[in-house]
C-alpha cells in the first residue's frame, strides 16, 4: 500500500512563489506583487513562516527574481495622497513667495515715487532762488513732472 506524503513547507512555499511569479495566486488578489510576505501568504501561512533561517534557498531566490524582475510597484493612495499635499504646498510657497516679491517691487517703487517728487520740488526751490539771485539770467526751467512720467 503506497504511503501518502504531505508536501513539505518548503513545496508550498515554491508552488505559491511560481503561481506569484506567474500572475495566478490563489489567495492573493490577482494583481499582488511577489515579495516574500505575499509568497507565505499565498502558500496559507503566516509571512513570518517563511525565514531565511529554515529556507534560505528558497529567500535567496524570491530575492534574486526581486532584483532581476523590476516588478513596479503601485502608488498607494496614501501616497498619492501626499505627492498632491506636496504638489499644493510647493504651489502655496511659489504664491506666497511671487506676493512678497510683490509687495517688495511695490514698496520700492513707492519709494522711488516720493524720492522723485522730493527731488522735483528741491529743483523748483534750487531754480526759483537762483532766479531771485540773478533775475536777468536765463535759466530754462525743468518740465512739469506730470509730463515727464507721462
Not at 508552488?15 to 496559507?44: D, I, M, T
Not at 516720493?114 to 537762483?130: F, G, K, Q, S
Amino acid at each position: 500500500m503506497p504511503t501518502f506524503k504531505p508536501k513539505t513547507a518548503e513545496a508550498n512555499f515554491r508552488e505559491a512563489f511560481e503561481r506569484l511569479k506567474a500572475g495566478v495566486p490563489n489567495v492573493l488578489p490577482a494583481s499582488s506583487l511577489v515579495s516574500q510576505n505575499n509568497v507565505a501568504k499565498e502558500a496559507g501561512c503566516d509571512p513570518s513562516a517563511l525565514r531565511k533561517a529554515r529556507f534560505p534557498g528558497l529567500v535567496k531566490e524570491i530575492q534574486a527574481y526581486l532584483a532581476t524582475s523590476g516588478q513596479e510597484r503601485p502608488i498607494s493612495e496614501r501616497q498619492l495622497r501626499l505627492k498632491a499635499r506636496q504638489a499644493s504646498r510647493s504651489k502655496i510657497e511659489t504664491i506666497a513667495n511671487l506676493k512678497a516679491q510683490r509687495d517688495d517691487a511695490v514698496s520700492r517703487l513707492v519709494e522711488s515715487d516720493e524720492l522723485i517728487v522730493n527731488l522735483w520740488n528741491r529743483v523748483r526751490d534750487l531754480e526759483a532762488r537762483l532766479e531771485d539771485l540773478q533775475p536777468s539770467a536765463s535759466i530754462l526751467p525743468m518740465k512739469p513732472f506730470a509730463k515727464l512720467r507721462g
